[in-house]
């Protein structure tokens, strides 16, 4: 078991999980409107989305890794170039970071719960980013390959669970902070395209 392999891909987790991107910044406005147990709701919700995905890219992924390597090298290839248009995409974006509170309606913590979960879901480019992201960081020769990637999956929730909450809590600090200094934006942008480069090149080296 590489452990090296794990700690990497908690590391690049957290990073993509403090740039700014629709859930965290749903998170940082529910908390900085509604409070901090609106926010943690909202949190909930999307991270039990996330086993969802897990599962289906598990069992699906599997079944590809043991029916061919051929396969399984186009994965990680899709799964690099992928990465790679993310990182365009981020290039071309406006680095300006923009929220209004105008249209945060007051819902209950369970309304909130729900929401965070269906948005999930219902979101493939999740499931899409999962099946990018997984297949470079195998960590075992031992363990099954469902079990690699319901681990992944898990670390995934705990590291963007921590990166969320910690923004929830601190949301009227982080949210003045972007308005007085809106240059954080570029380095947030910048900091996205490096983490989604360096991982398409993580995932395209050979296995040793």
Not at 7 to 26: H, K
Not at 52 to 69: C, E, K, P, R, Y
Not at 84 to 94: D, G, I, N
Not at 171 to 176: L, M, N, P, T
Request: hydrophobic share 55%; charged share 10%; with cysteine.
């Amino acid at each position: 078991m590489d452990y090296g392999i794990l700690l990497s891909f908690m590391g690049a987790t957290m990073l993509l999980a403090l740039t700014p991107g629709p859930d965290n910044i749903f998170v940082l406005m529910q908390s900085m409107v509604n409070g901090f147990k609106f926010g943690f709701a909202t949190i909930i919700g999307l991270m039990t989305g996330c086993i969802v995905h897990t599962t289906l890219v598990a069992f699906g992924v599997s079944a590809i890794i043991q029916a061919n390597d051929y396969l399984f090298f186009g994965l990680r290839l899709f799964g690099a170039l992928y990465l790679l248009y993310l990182a365009y995409r981020v290039f071309k974006s406006s680095s300006e970071i923009s929220f209004s509170d105008e249209q945060i309606k007051k819902k209950t913590t369970i309304e909130l719960f729900k929401q965070g979960f269906i948005m999930n879901v219902l979101n493939p480019k999740v499931s899409i980013f999962f099946l990018a992201l997984f297949p470079g960081f195998l960590f075992s020769d031992e363990l099954t390959e469902v079990v690699q990637f319901y681990t992944l999956g898990f670390l995934f929730i705990a590291s963007s669970f921590v990166v969320f909450t910690l923004i929830a809590l601190l949301a009227g600090v982080i949210s003045r902070y972007i308005k007085k200094n809106p240059e954080s934006g570029v380095v947030l942008k910048w900091l996205q395209i490096v983490v989604f480069v360096g991982i398409a090149i993580f995932i395209l080296i050979p296995d040793k």
